[in-house]
């Protein structure tokens, strides 16, 4: 796993493509791969918040984080990347989404109420905090109840605040046939 810098370039570079519409949001995601693989906060914070000035969030999220967690994964999957080093840029990246969310003010008098989960063994909530981001920005109220979330407890979550919408993802390994029936069941006895 000891690569230069000189080869962790050229593998970077290899998975961007130069030119085009896209190539400045291959810079961002470029340099968030390079300050991902060293671990070095400040700057991936720096790049980040560059990025989502230029876009807004949700723009930045679907142009360049979601690219780049894309790559992180290859760069995983191929051993050219740790789970350490994964985990280090998912982190910061919720934690800016959750200061984000907490910006925006509660919404007021909507008839609409989304409740958020990730079914059991689901950890990656980096699209669901990016959903209730976009939910509460768009007046509406949610509940966010994260990942991992027993259907007992969603069950009652949902008999008890009777929520207008349910918001997942399916990201992991899943039998998503099978969790789409528990929830369509749940659904039925909560009324």
Not at 44 to 60: L, N, V
Not at 98 to 122: C, H, M, W, Y
Not at 137 to 148: E, K, T
């Amino acid at each position: 796993m000891d690569m230069s810098e000189d080869q962790i370039n050229k593998l970077i570079l290899s998975l961007t493509e130069e030119g085009g519409a896209g190539y400045l949001h291959d810079i961002f995601v470029k340099e968030l791969l390079e300050h991902m693989l060293a671990f070095d906060e400040p700057m991936f914070d720096k790049t980040y918040s560059s990025a989502i000035i230029r876009y807004g969030i949700q723009e930045a999220i679907m142009k360049v984080v979601y690219p780049f967690l894309r790559k992180t994964g290859v760069l995983w999957s191929t051993s050219n990347a740790t789970p350490a080093q994964e985990h280090f840029a998912s982190n910061i990246i919720k934690r800016k989404l959750l200061t984000a969310i907490d910006g925006v003010r509660l919404p007021q008098g909507s008839n609409k109420s989304f409740i958020l989960f990730l079914p059991p063994d689901e950890w990656h909530e980096i699209g669901l905090l990016l959903a209730d981001y976009i939910i509460r920005s768009a007046g509406h109220y949610s509940i966010y109840l994260g990942q991992n979330l027993p259907f007992e407890s969603l069950e009652i979550a949902i008999r008890q605040t009777k929520p207008t919408h349910l918001v997942t993802f399916f990201t992991s390994g899943i039998d998503v046939r099978d969790h789409l029936k528990r929830l369509s069941s749940i659904a039925t006895r909560s009324g």
